[in-house]
């Protein structure tokens, strides 16, 4: 593994009202084939929503696949914007094959943006660009005007603290309370941790809200980071996120997972949740208190019951979601899964949801068990914790 | 086992039959002699045509053959023009010209021809209409809308400055419907007007069936012809314009397919695309089979709904790429063989309901900007492989796709490239048939075949097509493809004349760009803001009416065509998306 500084961390979007995603698909991959950290925001993406994403990855560049039109605007409007947000420090490039022309490059260039790859540009020359933009120099920064907004600590400044935090200190403040979520690949976490932030944010509404995410890095170095596609829901100016490649450590976290995490939970959010890459049978991730709840997320097609008994994060896990509740098999996994929690005599709660419907009941109940039914207006709180389950036993 | 498996293993049946039918007709001389019959009448049935050279040819060419097995394996694995398995073609004459004798000199029926065109405003794509249409005996307009359409938004909503217009024309409301087609007779029996558009499709067809009945009466209804595309699931795969969740997208997708069946006759309501799956990267296996399951999937989801697959099933078409590698040959051909297999023997569907009708492009991607007026070259290979697949209607591209919406210039010679394809050329206007059964192609239909079939497979393993695409399959799949497509061609095992081949030092092309200029996009902007305005009362209600019928499980569709009276695209796609939830991406 190359020293965490060396490794390149890029944003890469499709504009707004733009679905062209084949291009940007082949550069994300040969991107990670290289070593390189690929944030993807997907297509049909604003540039508030490329802009605060750049910021709060803490990016070195940000690459926009345009073939709609009005990349003139769209690419001008993202290099000012990241401009006045951390001026300059991070490059705007991208393409959009023959639909950006010459005379349109020197309008964007105007504006700020680094480089546009023309149709035709193999793919070895975008990976040469991008690996010879350096990773910036850590604590060395400029002050921007955005640096605080109203008393409020800017995206930018949180994502320097980040940038800073090497080990875990020692809290100064109060912790954020925080939830870690973990679970087989494909159980629906990400879908899960996008719908419960749709509820935090319609029920608090001056609250906010910090995501730490964990996607696998590849065998070569690179990794694709692609749930902020994915959480439509958590792209808001109220929602802080960050996501983190495994960078070759087993178990479901990555190497700055400990330090980031104990430095967020001293920023003043209200509520933190944490998302670890899809775990296999014997991954207890949230070991050492790193999280106040901890929420284990399945699918009911886990094979036999025999296979439950494997899994040890059903031993210790505060709370149980059995996902896809649509499926036929849900009602039975439930069961199952509640027969063996009983086993352990610990208070655990199982709950059965179906994350991928709007409005579903199940997730409602799962909200109002952790987050609580307060009122508006009143903080957050986690309602089942570590604590409270063993104290109420 | 899923339908998608049960079907590979009806197609793999099938052709065991044709084997079986062989031996038999070899081994029963009586059953020999009826085959010998049938086949000799097939042969007197066929007309003959002269050339202009005064050659005289068979109008549908049949193999010479005479032995009773070889007659059975023909009429069994192709079948004659225009029947079952259909691998020739969906109809018997196709482009063929009219006989002489009949009377109407050199014309045919209906060109096949139509052109994809969207520019600007309403009242720009109508004047492009009108150019296109000046010399065609029919009324056949395809059309393109902007980013904004495409995605349910208004133009005027936030950040979309720059894109109005752009790439296809902005459609707003009712009113710049009625502006789009003016000056056209859309009830007319010789018009017919296709519509690519696929989230938002109920409501731009909801505005397409209003703003006909403010022009013609409520009685036009049944006479409107044409084509929405409306193709959801190759959205998920493909495209990238879903809209709401993929349950609700296919609820409203089926409550419009069953209003047009039942009070449109003359429309299809959805053009089942692999076009847009190949252009996104995949091979051409892939398109056939992610496109024909598709198709299954939207078949076995009205059935249950309770409708008649008889009834819905021949308002189905496709829509197909066609690219310069060699499975272009036979993929329309072998897809047509399956669809219609899969239809009658796994849901008893009738032949009006088993036929493929199929509308072909010519591919996009193939097109590229370096030496760029080679593209002329390379869209009439592709068009001359589209029409050896018997396709029913075609679109060329333009030699300026990669850069612009098409000028007049590059439109007027893919347009004739067409023409002389299908007009000068005598290849397939004389006879049906011209490379049929050569061995190259029936190699090439087997593979694809066997490719498609297995592909299935894999998909049924997974589920279905459904349960694969939450699982991202296709879209894994498909974006392997596409990266195994560029790095062949940046390490050149692929050759692409002009790029990694034969590249001369030009610089680069100047292009005459079509691009909608800021005064217009505000102008739209300022005239939907005062429709708004005006309508702005009764909105509210209608939108709250259609909510109420959303949650009540009623036909959507229907009260699109009310709601649409009052409200604009981006206000209805706004409120639905609040009932039943915005689309999540997976990429
Ligand atoms: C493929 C394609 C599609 C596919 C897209 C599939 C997908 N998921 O991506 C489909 C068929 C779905 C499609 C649909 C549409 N398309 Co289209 N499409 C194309 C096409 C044919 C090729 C684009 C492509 O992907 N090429 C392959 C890539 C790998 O090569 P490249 O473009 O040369 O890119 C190179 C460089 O530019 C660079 N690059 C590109 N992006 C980036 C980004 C970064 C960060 C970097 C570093 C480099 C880089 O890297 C590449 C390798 O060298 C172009 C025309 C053409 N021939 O270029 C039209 C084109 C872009 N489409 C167009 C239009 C209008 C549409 C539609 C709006 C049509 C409609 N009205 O319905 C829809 C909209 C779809 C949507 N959701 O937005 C127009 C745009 C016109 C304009 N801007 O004026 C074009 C130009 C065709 C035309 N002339 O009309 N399309
Ligand atoms: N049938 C069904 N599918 C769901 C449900 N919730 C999520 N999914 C689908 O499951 C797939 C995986 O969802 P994600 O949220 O990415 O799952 P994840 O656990 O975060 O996956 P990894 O992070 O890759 O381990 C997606 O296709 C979702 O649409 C549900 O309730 N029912
Ligand atoms: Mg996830």
């Known amino acids: 593994m190359p020293k965490d500084e060396s490794i390149l961390r890029v944003l890469t979007a499709v504009p707004i009202c733009d679905g062209h995603d084949s291009a940007i698909n082949t550069i994300n991959l040969e991107f990670i084939r290289n070593g390189i950290e690929v944030i993807y925001l997907g297509y049909h993406r604003s540039v508030r929503d490329i802009v605060r994403a750049a910021v709060q990855e803490d990016v070195r560049a940000v690459g926009i696949s345009s073939y709609n039109g009005g990349h003139n605007e769209f690419f001008s409007q993202v290099a000012r914007e990241l401009h006045k947000e951390v001026g300059g420090e991070i490059t705007v490039f991208g393409g959009g094959g023959g639909t950006i022309t010459h005379d349109d490059e020197r309008i964007m260039r105007r504006a700020g943006v680094d480089k546009i790859f023309f149709a035709g540009t193999p793919l070895e020359a975008i990976v040469r660009y991008v690996k010879q933009l350096r990773a910036p120099a850590r604590g060395s920064r400029k002050r921007t005007a955005a640096d605080s907004r109203g008393g409020k600590r800017s995206d930018r400044a949180l994502s320097m603290a980040l940038r800073n935090a090497k080990s875990v200190k020692v809290a100064t403040r109060a912790s954020a309370p925080t939830i870690g979520i973990t679970g087989p690949g494909g159980a629906g976490k990400t879908t899960l941790i996008d719908e419960l932030v749709l509820r935090f944010l319609q029920r608090h509404p001056t609250s906010r809200i910090a995501i730490l995410s964990h996607d696998p890095s590849i065998a070569s170095h690179g990794a694709l980071l692609g749930d902020r596609a994915t959480m439509i829901h958590s792209q808001d100016d109220r929602v802080f996120m960050r996501s983190l490649a495994t960078r070759g450590r087993a178990g479901g976290l990555s190497p700055q997972t400990e330090p980031m995490l104990a430095a967020m939970k001293q920023m003043g959010f209200d509520l933190i949740i944490l998302e670890t890459v899809g775990t296999g049978q014997e991954a207890m991730p949230f070991a050492g208190g790193l999280v106040d709840t901890s929420l284990f997320v399945m699918s009911p097609e886990y094979g036999s019951k025999l296979q439950l008994q494997k899994i040890a994060m059903l031993d210790i896990a505060d709370l149980v979601v059995v996902n896809k509740g649509d499926l036929a098999g849900a009602p039975r996994a439930a069961a199952e899964v509640t027969e063996r929690l009983t086993m352990n005599h610990k208070n655990q709660k199982v709950y059965t949801t179906q994350a991928k419907q709007h409005r579903n009941v199940g997730v409602d109940r799962l909200y109002d068990t952790v987050l609580g039914s307060i009122r508006q207006g009143e903080p957050p709180r986690l309602q089942v914790t570590r604590k409270t389950r063993t104290s109420a036993k | ?587």
């Open chain 2, 1 to 587: 086992m899923g339908f998608l498996a049960d079907i590979a293993q009806a197609v793999e049946k099938y052709n065991h039959g044709v084997e079986q039918q062989v031996k038999q007709v070899r081994g029963d001389a009586e059953l020999g002699k009826q085959i010998l019959a049938k086949w000799r009448q097939a042969r007197a049935a066929v007309k003959t045509t002269r050339t202009p050279t005064g050659l005289e040819l068979p109008r549908v060419a049949l193999p010479n053959i005479d032995e009773p097995g070889e007659i059975a394996r023909y009429l069994g694995e192709e079948g004659l023009p225009g029947e079952f398995p259909y691998l020739s073609s969906a109809y018997r004459e196709m482009y063929l010209e009219r006989d002489h004798h009949e009377g109407n000199g050199n014309s045919k029926a209906e060109e096949p021809m139509r052109l994809f065109a969207g520019l600007g405003l309403a009242e720009d794509t109508n004047k492009r209409f009108h150019y296109l249409t000046k010399h065609q005996k029919s009324v056949r307009l395809s059309t393109a809308f902007d980013g904004p359409t495409l995605y349910g938004l208004d133009s005027d909503d936030d950040g979309l400055l720059g894109k109005v217009g752009e790439g296809g024309v902005a459609i707003d409301t009712v009113d710049d419907m009625k502006r789009l087609y003016d000056g056209f007779d859309i009830t007319a029996d010789t018009s017919s007007v296709s519509m690519t558009i696929n989230g938002p499709a109920p409501t731009i067809l909801a505005m397409y069936v209003a703003a006909a009945k403010h022009r013609f009466g409520d009685g036009c209804v049944p006479k409107l012809r044409g084509t929405i595309q409306a193709d959801v699931l190759k959205e998920v795969q493909a495209q990238n314009e879903c809209l709401f969740g993929v349950e609700p997208s296919l609820r409203f997708l089926g409550d419009m397919v069953e209003y047009v069946t039942e009070k449109m006759p003359r429309f299809y309501p959805v053009s089942i695309s692999g076009y847009h799956i190949a252009e996104a990267g995949s091979t051409p296996v892939q398109q056939a089979a992610y496109t024909l399951s598709n198709g299954f999937v939207y078949v076995d989801l009205w059935k249950h709904r309770g409708m008649n697959v008889d009834k819905f099933g021949p308002r189905l078409s496709f829509f197909f790429d066609s690219g310069l590698d060699i499975e272009y040959m036979a993929l329309a051909r072998v897809s047509r063989k399956i669809w219609a297999i899969g239809m009658r023997d796994c849901f008893a569907a009738g032949p009006k309901a088993q036929l493929f009708k199929l509308h072909t492009q010519t591919s996009g991607r193939s097109l590229i900007a370096a030496e760029f007026k080679n593209n002329l070259t390379r869209t009439a290979v592709e068009l001359m492989l589209a029409y050896l697949n018997a396709t029913n209607s075609c679109h060329s591209n333009s030699a300026d796709e990669p850069f612009t919406t098409p000028g007049e210039e590059y439109v007027t010679l893919a347009a004739h490239a067409q023409n002389i394809i299908l007009e000068e050329s005598g290849l397939f206007k004389h006879m049906m048939n011209p490379l049929a059964g050569s061995p190259g192609m029936k190699a090439v239909e087997r593979a694809v075949e066997a490719a498609i079939l297995a592909e299935f497979r894999e998909i049924d393993r997974l589920g279905g097509v459904l349960s694969a695409v939450e699982q991202r399959y296709q879209r894994a799949q498909i974006q392997q493809a596409a990266h195994r497509l560029e790095t062949q061609i940046y390490d050149g095992t692929r050759p692409i004349i002009g790029l990694n081949r034969y590249a001369s030092t030009n610089g680069h092309a100047e292009m005459d760009l079509v691009r909608t200029a800021r005064q217009k996009q505000l102008f739209q902007v300022k005239r939907l803001k005062a429709w708004k305005k005006k309508h702005g009362k009764l909105a509210g209600r209608k939108l709250d009416e259609l909510s109420g019928v959303v949650d009540k499980g009623g036909n959507v569709f229907a009260k699109l065509i009310d709601c649409v009276e009052h409200c604009s695209l981006g206000q209805i796609t706004h409120r639905l998306r609040e009932v039943v939830g915005p689309f999540r991406p997976v990429v």
